[in-house]
């Protein structure tokens, strides 16, 4: 009795998703396709996987058991066949669009590259407008997002989240304080861009004026919005990873208590994923090591 690669990897993703709604939507397959392929396997096998809940399904004592066995099996297979496509078409070609710099991208692609070396990633940085950072354009394979955004037709995988920071003229008073509360910073201009989403406009500007005289600034640019606040001219939130990687002198990080998190996600057309490889090969490589993993700022 020997289970197929592809049982033991639905099996996988219902264990680490919880549920079979969410999992159906990781693997594109219909729930009740996917069901019926866990009672497959539970029929070769000869026992339960999963002990089914309300909302949400748990490993039984033999699933438990068996967990371990099946990552080996799916990882030697997924690492058997990247092995075979490198020899039969030689280097191929990833473009990952992003904003902003974060530890966690680096260590994403540094763990892909570890599996496949035969991939060539290009890194292709946006303007700060670009909230899509060209998925929406087509111009790249994927792209790390800053959530929230309008997802049209775009599949994500959350890499990390974190808290967000006021970034303050070093002289302003609320620069001195350990932390601090959206509506204190009613009173001070806003830095702004281009951005047309409304719901990353929302979220980056969450008290902002929208409009009158001096309202806000207006920027293209990271070193555009970190020179306008050391001029003291306005001052903007950005993800606290922000102090350690693109700190300058001038400029206080400083906690906003009550501001909505930060989410950096890796986002894909799920046509790309069916059409290419490759793009299917990262998106994998990119949950195991987000399970396995605490990736910087997560």
Do not use: C
């Not at 808290?163 to 609320?174: F, Q």
């Amino acid at each position: 009795m020997e289970p197929k690669v592809r049982l033991l990897r639905y099996f996988l993703t219902v264990a680490d998703a919880g549920t079979f709604t969410e999992a159906a939507e990781i693997l594109h397959v219909s729930q009740p396709a996917l069901s019926q392929q866990i009672k497959k396997l539970e029929g070769e096998l000869g026992f339960a996987l999963f002990q089914r809940g309300t909302r949400r399904v748990t490993l039984t004592p033999r699933g438990r058991d068996l967990i371990s066995s099946a990552r080996q099996v799916v990882d030697a297979a997924e690492t058997y066949r990247s092995h075979a496509r490198s020899l039969a078409g030689g280097t191929r070609e990833l473009t990952i669009g992003y904003r902003a710099a974060h530890e966690a991208i680096r260590a994403v692609i540094d763990a892909f590259r570890a599996e496949r070396p035969d991939v060539d990633i290009k890194l292709r940085q946006y303007p700060m407008a670009a909230t899509h950072a060209g998925l929406d354009a087509g111009d790249v394979d994927l792209a790390v997002l800053r959530l929230p955004v309008v997802l049209h037709d775009l599949q994500t995988l959350a890499l990390y989240s974190e808290p967000r920071v006021a970034l303050l003229p070093e002289g302003h008073t609320l620069a001195r304080r350990p932390h601090i509360y959206l509506a204190e910073l009613a009173g001070v201009p806003w830095i702004t861009t281009t951005a047309q989403d409304p719901l990353w406009q929302a979220h980056a500007q969450p008290i902002a004026k929208r409009d009158g005289p001096d309202a806000s600034v207006v920027v293209e640019t990271l070193d555009e919005f970190l020179e306008t606040v050391v001029a003291g001219r306005g001052a903007g939130l950005a993800p606290a990873s922000a102090a350690r990687l693109y700190s300058r002198p001038g400029v206080a990080f400083v906690e906003v208590v009550d501001a909505e998190p930060s989410t950096g996600a890796l986002a894909w057309r799920r046509e790309a994923a069916d059409a290419n490889p490759v793009v299917a090969d990262f998106i994998r490589s990119a949950r195991r090591f987000v399970r396995d993993q605490r990736l910087p700022g997560s």
